[in-house]
């Protein structure tokens, strides 16, 4: 059994798999302060919350944009199980040539997303992330990273719009009933929303154009839920892309 984690900004995905088949997946906040022992005490409660044990884990890997974070989790594995993790890095077997101006800025949550759709899904691809940042992957016909776009998340612009006005209230992420808000909450969720939602459309409009073919459209991250059903276009939700990623690096690479 081995274990991934991807470490974000706002969150961490923990999960296992064996072989091909995907155990389980937790989401947790990425706490900067928490110590090693802190982490996998964490780690342990989720193993046991699925009926599973540590003495099983037999590998693990971490993909992550959080450095901070990054050796402290690290290490609260191998206190766990003795496992030595992996860590994603531009030296690793990815399988996936990346033509970015330098591949190196390339973040490891976007090269496990990739990997994972490329396995998974029929190219040309657009991947849609949709995390801390929405972040847009573009994979070409032959399966190159050609590059993206990167988009402030959905909880970043709402908290900009609350902390900067004088009377906009900090809100939950929920659809309006309506898309013509008719009070001053009902008008900041269908503002976000729906807007999210159509740039969302024009960047694959816009993409797609670019490229002069029709792609392959998959969402992930834990704010696709929300959006996608809004959206025009047939946009694929893969909950587990970024962990079916890390599982096929994982096998690259022992």
């Known amino acids: 059994m081995i274990l991934a984690v991807d470490i974000g900004n706002s969150n ?3 999960g296992c798999f064996d072989e091909k088949e995907i155990l389980f997946e937790d989401r947790l906040s990425t706490d900067r302060d928490s110590t090693v022992l802190e982490y996998a005490v964490i780690i342990k409660t989720s193993l046991e919350m699925h009926h599973l044990e540590y003495e099983q884990i037999t590998g693990a890997i971490i993909s992550s944009v959080v ?3 990054t050796e402290n989790v690290q290490q609260a594995i191998f206190r766990l199980t003795g496992r030595q993790a992996m860590v994603v890095s531009s030296g690793m077997k990815t399988g996936l040539n990346i033509l970015l101006d330098d591949p190196k800025q390339l ?3 976007r090269v496990a997303d990739a990997v994972g759709a490329i396995g998974e899904y029929p190219c040309p691809l657009i991947i849609v992330d949709m995390g801390t940042a929405t972040t ?5 016909g032959k399966k190159n990273f050609m590059g993206g776009m990167i988009i402030p998340g959905l909880q970043v612009s ?3 719009l609350a902390n900067r006005t004088s009377q906009l209230p900090h809100i ?3 659809a309006p009933k309506k898309v013509i808000g008719t ?4 008008c900041m969720k269908s ?3 729906y807007s999210t939602a159509g740039s969302i459309d024009g960047a694959i409009e816009r993409i797609e154009e670019e490229l002069g073919e029709t792609c392959t459209v998959v969402s992930t991250g834990g704010h696709a839920r929300k959006i996608i059903p809004y959206c025009h276009h047939e946009i694929l939700i893969d909950p587990h892309l970024l962990l079916k990623g890390l599982m096929t690096i994982y096998n690259k690479n022992v």
């Not at 847009?136 to 070409?140: A, G, L, M, N, Q």
């Not at 009070?183 to 009902?186: A, E, K, L, S």
């Open 12 to 14: 961490i995905v923990l």
């Open 67 to 69: 450095p901070s974070v």
């Open 107 to 109: 973040g490891s949550d």
């Open 136 to 140: 847009i992957s573009v994979i070409d």
């Open 158 to 160: 709402l908290d900009s």
């Open 172 to 174: 939950s992420l929920e």
């Open 183 to 186: 009070n001053t909450v009902d």
């Open 191 to 193: 503002g976000i929303i």
